[in-house]
Each structure stands twice: as C-alpha cells, then as structure tokens.
C-alpha cells in the first residue's frame, strides 16, 4: 500500500516542484536571468564541443569535414593501446601527477594551518598577498623566470653551486633533475592560490569549540588536531577528489613551455604528447582518440574517488 501510495504521489509531486520552480521565477526573474549568460557559454563552448567526440571513430580529413570522413570504428584506439610512444608518455604522466599529488597537495593545507595560527594581521596579510601573486604571472613568464634563475650559464643557482666548488647542472637538460624542476615551478606558482580555499573553510569552524577547548586545557597542537583539520576535513576531501578528476593532466602549459626534446624521456605527457601529434602531424584523430581516453579515465577517477569516500568516510561530492 506504501508503495502504491509513493507511486501515485509521484505525479504529484513532479507538478508540485514544477509549480514551486515557475513561481521562483516569476518572483526572482531577474535573479534567473543573470544565469542566462552562463547557460549559454556552456552550451556553445563544452556540450557543443562534444559532437567533435566523433572524429575519434574517423579517418578525419580537415578537407571533407565531419560529415564525409569515413567512419572506422574502434581503429585509432587500438592504434593507441598498442603504441609504445603512448605507453611511455602515459606512464610520464601518471608518475608526474602522483609526484604532485604527494608533494604539492598537502603544502597548502600546511601554509594555510600556518596562516591561521598568526596574530600579527598586518604580517598575515602581506605574507597571504606575496604567495598568491606568483599565481597572477603566466606560465610563459613563470618559465622565463626559472630559466634564468637555473641556466647552466650564468644562471644565479648554478653561479652559486660553482662558488661553492660544485659543478654546475643543467636543469632543463638533464632527464634526471628536470621533474624536480617541473614540481618546484608549479609549486611555486601555485601553492599560494591554493591555500585560500582552506583559509575560507577556517571561517566555517565554530569559535565556540576553541574556547571551549581552551577551558578543558587543550594546547595550540591539540586544538589544530582535533578542532582545525576535522573542520577542514570535508573541503580537504573535496579538493583531493576534483584533483582526482585531472590526474592525466599533469600541468600541459607548464611543461609546453619548459621542455625540450632533450627531456622528453621524462616529462612528454599526454597533453603535450596531443599537441605534437595533433597539430604537428596533423594527426587529428589519433590524438582525439587520447583525449576521449584521457577523459573517460579521469571521469572514472572521479566516480571512484566519491564512491571510495562515501563508503569508509561517510562524505563526498555528492
């Protein structure tokens, strides 16, 4: 009988929503309208895309267009599976992104515990301004800038280690230091930025906990640890999953703009890996073929990172 009831109910309850909807909106129109620009951007610029999915199934010609290019199935991603170019730079990329992972994803949350912890508002907030300024400068620039700093000549690190009896090193031609100098740039750039989103969930804490801790006795470290990061916990989770989500991305206009062919050995990536194919060889296919690859895995990644969380931590996206 419940049941028939819920099933009956249904209807009901679809029209009941659809009513309360028209009437927010004749009530908030104006507020609805402002969405109208978003929608449209994207409409035109990611679902309208997405019918270009396609020339991943076909020996696409520029020429012929979408239309006339033949389609051939499953082709370029056997052709993807079974290259050995592809397994290198596939593997490439997952090392780099798990380096940054381990390495870059926790140094913001461990700046911004820091930020919290001062008192001194005017240092804080020059501290705050100067790490996220690096942010604000453009990959291009960024990597002018560490060009010049580690140059094997007369770059300023390497004019520093020679005055200390040291050989010098070539940063961005030695296989074995470039990733270093990949993970030290991005961290640079973009650790600062990071830590705001932390910083604003430190505002959703309660003060009330604090002061009560301060009651039972509790210590700087004991209320980090038991207040600070659980209250923390859900944005800290938050961000690792959507982090999940771009793990095949590995920071494709950072290396574009640092790598050479001297170091493709450890730092070709899928992105840049599409961008050689795509435009150079003009292999537009084959390299959509990747992208769909690329997006299915990081689409995945997601899901299971959600499903993962919400099955041992009883929290998650959605």
């Known amino acids: 009988m419940k049941s028939a009831t819920a099933t009956l109910d249904t209807p009901r309850a679809k029209r009941s929503y659809f009513s309360r909807l028209a009437a927010d909106v004749r009530r908030d129109w104006d507020l609805y309208l402002l969405l109208v620009p978003g929608i449209l951007f994207l409409l035109l610029f990611k679902y309208a895309p997405m019918y270009g999915i396609t020339i991943a199934f076909k020996d696409f010609n520029i020429f012929d267009g979408y239309g006339a290019s033949p389609w051939v199935g499953w082709k370029h991603f056997e052709k993807l599976f079974s290259s050995p170019d592809f397994l290198h730079v596939f593997k490439n990329t997952v090392i780099l992104s798990f380096l940054k992972i381990g390495i870059l994803f926790p140094l913001p949350i461990l700046i911004a515990l820091l930020l ?79 830590t705001i989103v932390y910083l604003a969930a430190f505002a959703t804490i309660d003060p009330g906990l604090y002061e009560a801790a301060k009651i039972d006795g509790a210590g700087r470290l004991k209320q980090l640890w038991h207040i600070t990061l659980p209250g923390i916990a859900p944005i800290i989770l938050l961000m690792f999953i959507l982090r999940l989500g771009s793990i095949l991305e590995a920071g494709t206009e950072q ?49 299971t990172g959600n499903a993962l969380s919400r099955k041992y931590l009883q929290r998650g996206i959605w």
Not at 180 to 188: P, Q
């Open 116 to 194: 919290n912890e001062l008192r001194q508002m005017v240092f804080k907030r020059t501290v705050q301004t100067i790490i996220y300024l690096p942010h604000f400068l453009s990959w291009v620039i960024v990597s002018g800038l560490f060009i010049d700093l580690l140059s094997s000549n007369g770059g300023l690190v390497n004019k520093a280690l020679v005055m200390m009896g040291l050989e010098p090193i070539a940063f961005f031609m030695d296989n074995s230091v470039f990733r270093s100098v990949l993970i030290t740039s991005a961290g640079w750039k973009e650790t600062g930025w990071s």
């Open 255 to 303: 290396i574009l703009v640092m790598y050479n062919p001297t170091v493709y050995k450890v730092a070709d990536v899928i992105g840049t890996y599409v961008y050689r194919m795509g435009l150079g060889n003009q292999d537009y296919s084959f390299t959509t073929a990747v992208g769909v690859f690329e997006s299915v895995i990081a689409f995945t990644l997601v899901l």
